[in-house]
Nanobody
């Protein structure tokens, strides 16, 4: 069992940056593929980014490539999402996810979810 707690969301202006964090419980954090999904109002939850247990490999949705960066610190049981050059369309609730598959780009591959953190980008 893994519990995930996100933090770092907030209100920013377009073009600004934000860093999300996700703290995980348990002693086996490095075994999990970690990822981020997001859900905008009235839309389906969509994949954003994923990172392997070692942190060596990453995978991104085309819409965020070059602007968002996923990383992890296994010593701290934490995964991050650095978001730069934010756009209005990035407004969503961002969910941390953990699973066993790679690249975990679909909700069906997620074993554990966080509660979500709101990111609002004003234009």
């Amino acid at each position: 069992q893994v519990q995930l707690v996100e933090s770092g969301g907030g209100l920013v202006q377009a073009g600004e940056s934000l860093r999300l964090s996700c703290a995980a419980s348990g002693r086996t954090f490095s075994r999990y593929t970690m990822g981020w999904f997001r859900q905008a109002p009235g839309k389906e939850r969509e994949f954003v980014a994923a990172i392997t247990g070692t942190g060596i490999s990453t995978y991104y949705a085309d819409s965020v490539k070059g602007r968002l960066t996923i990383s992890r610190d296994n010593a701290r049981n934490t995964v991050y999402l650095q978001m730069n050059s934010l756009k209005f369309d990035d407004t969503a609730v961002y969910y941390c996810a953990a699973g066993y598959n790679w690249p975990m780009s679909g909700q069906q591959f997620v074993s554990y979810w966080g509660q979500g953190t709101q990111v609002t980008v004003s234009s």
